[in-house]
């Protein structure tokens, strides 16, 4: 180790901010969710709230990503949390929603772009046979011809998409990347991996090594904990050895997804586990991980110390 992971900045890549009035699945009775029960986080997180969180902890910037706000919210979205940027300095980027499915995203993706911090947008299509762990009503929509055709429009703005998909989905993924190769995608919470038992872990690294083929496709190692609900320090260390062995440390890249592990943790302790997870490795490739791949894919201008 050539100096301690402590001593590095982040970027933290992935969090939320929201007010609860403006998210119907915030509101009323809660139903059965990926990360267990959500009722703590039933209620306004602002940037302020994020701000105390992250302090003391080295984050150096943040990067918002969308929280699915009812149809028709999706520029709206991007517009308060964008004041809420102006007003504070954080977050620094903003990854917005749009639905590649409607051939009429294009006059929401040029609305959107009028505000200079949004960097990408996040869809997610992530199916899984357990309904728990289902968000997109079918797997396959990375294959969708209209969707390919809509997502490519995310070149004309120089914006990367956030690719969350689980397992058996990768190859599909994969063949969107191929297909697409002017667009960045970011591969979300480390390709989800679900099943801990030894075929799903295989699983997992097969379609691991799939999108690592495409060279314009990063990973977030963040939502670890979403499916032990607990902020599990050795299998992040886990997770991010072998992502990291498979795309490089120059394409891996850190992400809290605060609020959602707030449930089971709290940020300092959070931030202990990647510094851990990633101690044993060059300073350049911790660098890479904890700050310089984030900034460069976002367009942040960061500290380079704490």
């Known amino acids: 180790m050539s ?12 969090h939320h901010i929201w007010r609860q009035k403006d998210l119907t699945w915030l509101q009323g009775p809660s139903q059965p969710r990926i990360f267990g029960d959500y009722a703590p986080i039933k209620r306004d997180y602002p940037i302020d709230e994020y701000l105390t969180d992250i302090a003391g902890t080295g984050i150096v910037a943040s990067v918002y990503v969308q929280t699915n706000w009812p149809p028709g919210g999706a520029l709206a979205e991007v517009e308060w949390v964008d004041a809420e ?4 300095g954080w977050p620094q980027a903003i990854v917005g929603y749009a639905d590649f499915l409607d051939d009429e995203v294009g006059t929401l993706l040029a609305a959107q772009a009028r505000f200079p911090r949004v960097r990408g947008i996040r869809q997610q299509i992530h199916w899984h046979e357990k309904t728990l762990y289902r968000f997109a009503d079918r797997p396959d929509i990375a294959d969708d011809p209209r969707f ?6 995310l070149a004309d703005h120089g914006w990367l998409f956030e690719l969350q998909i689980f397992a058996p989905q990768m190859a599909s993924g994969a063949r969107l ?5 002017d667009i960045t995608f970011v591969l979300e919470h480390a390709g989800m991996l679900e099943d ?4 799903g872990k295989a699983r997992w690294r097969d379609g691991m090594r799939r999108l690592a083929d495409c060279p314009n496709v990063a ?3 963040s939502g670890l904990g979403t499916f032990v ?4 320090a050795a299998l992040i260390a886990e997770i991010t050895a072998e992502t990291v ?3 490089g440390a120059e394409r891996c890249l850190w992400g809290s997804n605060f609020p959602i592990e707030k449930l089971w943790t709290d940020y300092p302790s959070l931030v202990r586990s990647i510094r851990a997870a990633v101690a044993d490795l060059s300073e350049g490739d911790q660098r890479a991980i904890l700050c310089d791949n984030a900034a460069r894919l976002y367009g942040l201008a960061v500290a380079s110390e704490i």
């Open 177 to 181: 990347a191929a297909a697409l190769p």
């Open 3 to 14: 100096a301690p992971a402590n001593t590095l900045p982040i970027v933290d890549a992935h």
């Open 85 to 88: 940027a102006s007003r504070t």
């Open 196 to 199: 801990l038992s030894d075929a």
């Open 219 to 221: 990973t977030k190692l």
């Open 245 to 247: 062995a498979i795309f």
């Open 148 to 153: 390919r055709r809509n997502l490519a429009r």
């Open 229 to 232: 609900h607990r902020n599990d």
